[in-house]
């Protein structure tokens, strides 16, 4: 048996309690890696700044270790999940990021073990989490899109020349200190100035460069219609271009688009995260090329040459492993035993989130209450008159720290709808399980769609031999092919 490899992360907080601190939190885990018979590979430590926005960087790193030393290590160990939370952090793209990698999780308080064999909860979950964050995100884009056709600014960076009418507006008005130059520039442009000379005299205005230029004078948003996915939509926001001026630069603009070509794959790669080696490494993905220029994808071990298994077609595999799966139809029993999975993975999350939220309702409670006590003094004149000052500055005190709370609250209710969303009906699974083998109908030659397919059944795919795979199913089944 290999020993596994853990990157150890730490993250302290200002004001945390005795024995928490990031020093506390990496010793508990060296001793958690001892104990389990693996050995660190890294340390990331977090220290906290109050003035941080954003997630953690040490998160950001992490995310970023998974790809570029994907192979130098096995498990991410922490302290506590809520190491892994914040406001600003979306633990399960994490934990989906993790299972892509072919990663563990271990979280020593909640007693969570996924490095390993175990890791194959992990993969449920994030395969569900992902479709929950499919629906949400095309239902934004639904909502988006109403904005659009309404002539509304639905999201993003607002063009330079507009600005929203109040902050939280979606209507677009001229701003009256960036408009004058978009005016200025379709002008010149019109009147065959190029770009540079115009950038030239410009070149004092915040938020303006070559390349802005460019798009500027390429947007119809200042002709008063509204662009957004590909369509064109009649705006709201008054316009600063005629249409004849704006025609006539579109004429005189270079045809060559500039917009980068997406870098594409040769080849998709299905079953990476999920193919594990003769010798218990995740296999990974390699493309190489013959000498008649064509494409060959291959999983290969990272060890290799150190493990003399041999390079497998990756096409080969995939599409056997495909048709094994689909060929599978599970009964009743499976289901109930994955649904029973998913609900009680659902409570531990539940229990998980739910104490720090009670707490923080508890503390808005209290301070409510100090809230009232104030505000009945002040209103009933028990206050003496050199007091009222001192009360007031109580007061306001008090409605600052609940509405921070309050946001805090909010937070966190929304961390836990999203963590525990898709989990809560018992149904879930087997709904998962069908969405994604009716979109496998639909999209049959969608290789994300493909993916999610086999990721909603697959724990992982071991090589047995040269030719021989067995499937391990999130049920438990488990199924033999040849390849
Ligand atoms: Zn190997």
């Known amino acids: 048996m290999k020993k596994l490899r853990y990157l150890i992360y ?17 010793s508990r885990c060296e001793a958690g890696v001892k104990a389990r018979g693996g ?9 906290a700044e ?11 790193t992490i995310m970023e270790l998974s790809e570029t030393h994907g192979n130098d290590w096995d498990v991410l160990i922490v302290d506590t999940c809520h190491r892994l939370m914040g406001a600003e952090v979306n633990v399960v793209h994490l934990l989906a990021r993790l299972n892509q990698g072919g990663k563990g999780l271990v ?13 194959r909860h992990l993969s449920l979950f994030t395969a569900m989490v992902e479709h929950e964050r499919q629906l949400t995100r095309s239902h934004t884009r639904e909502r988006m899109l109403a904005l659009a056709r309404d002539g509304y600014w639905p999201v993003g960076k607002i063009p330079f020349g507009y ?8 209507i677009l008005i001229p701003d009256p200190k960036e408009a004058p130059f978009v005016k200025e520039a379709f002008r010149r442009y019109a009147s065959g100035e190029p770009v540079p000379r115009i950038l030239e005299d410009f070149k004092h205005v915040r938020g303006l460069s070559d390349k802005n230029v460019w798009r500027l004078l390429r947007n119809p948003i ?22 004849t001026t704006f025609n006539q630069v579109q004429e005189l603009l270079p045809k060559t688009t500039d917009a980068p070509r997406p870098t594409r794959r040769h080849y998709d790669y299905l079953l990476q995260g999920l ?21 060959y994808p291959y999983y290969r071990c990272p060890a290799r040459p150190h493990c003399d298994a041999s390079l497998i077609r990756a096409d080969k595999v995939d599409e056997a492993v495909l048709a094994q799966v689909k060929a599978l139809r599970l009964t009743k029993a499976d289901l109930n035993h994955l649904t029973r999975e998913a609900k009680e993975e659902c409570e531990r999350r539940r229990k998980r989130l739910e104490t720090p939220l009670r707490e923080v309702e508890e503390a808005i409670r209290e301070l409510r209450d100090q809230q009232a006590q104030v505000e009945d003094a002040l209103v009933t004149g028990r206050v003496e008159k050199e007091n009222v000052h001192h009360f007031n500055e109580r007061l306001n005190e008090l409605n600052q720290q609940i509405e921070q709370l309050v946001k805090r609250q909010r937070d966190m209710q929304m961390a836990l709808d999203e963590a525990i969303g898709p989990l809560s009906e018992p149904e879930a699974v087997a709904a998962t399980i069908a969405q994604a083998a009716n979109e496998l109908s639909k999209h049959a030659d969608d290789p994300e769609v493909k993916r999610h397919y086999l990721r909603c059944q697959l724990t992982r795919v071991d090589r047995l031999s040269e030719h021989d795979w067995r499937l391990i199913y999130l049920t438990g089944m488990e199924e033999t092919i040849t390849v």
């Open 10 to 26: 730490a993250r302290d907080e200002a004001g945390s309690a005795e024995g928490t601190s990031a020093e506390d939190q990496v």
């Open 107 to 119: 979280a020593l308080q909640e007693q969570v073990d996924c490095a390993g064999p175990a890791a």
């Open 163 to 170: 600005k929203r009418r109040n902050s939280r507006d979606h």
């Open 39 to 47: 050995k660190v590979w890294q340390t990331i430590v977090d220290h």
């Open 222 to 243: 200042y002709t008063g219609r509204l662009p957004y996915d590909g369509q064109v939509y009649p705006g709201r926001q008054e316009a600063l271009i005629d249409d």
């Open 275 to 295: 193919a594990i080696c003769v010798c218990g490494r995740t296999l990974t993905a390699y493309g190489t090329r013959g000498p008649n220029g064509r494409h």
């Open 50 to 60: 109050p003035e941080m926005k954003g997630p953690p960087p040490g998160l950001g």
